[in-house]
């Protein structure tokens, strides 16, 4: 299927398969504590039935966006980054998640400040 064989309003059976497929990398990617970050080459060899790059991706989201925005944490020419419960879900409008070491200079500034009163 390419490009200008995608109506609007229509969730083709290829469409379902993407949305399968990349449920199942997120279930993977969740498993291996990975970012699930693809590049357009793996996503078009794990989606047989859509020849996919970039422009096919974004007129496939842009189309069925509440399908899934809920599972693509970001996309570009580059590929595809998976909304990856733990990994990345706090970095969504573009602030940094906290890491442990946020964490730890944290508590270690708090301790600083009540030693020095």
Known sequence: MRFFEFKDGEVEPA???????????????????????FNWQAIDQIVNDLEIDYDVFDKIYQTHKSLFEPIVHDYSGDGIQLLV??????TR???DAETSQDKVDDIAASAAEKNLD
Do not use: H, W
């Open 85 to 90: 419960p733990g990994t990345n879900k706090d």
């Open 15 to 37: 469409v379902l398969n993407l949305y399968m497929r990349l449920k199942n990398l997120i279930g993977s990617a969740e498993a291996k504590d990975s970012a699930g970050q």
């Open 93 to 95: 409008n573009g602030d």
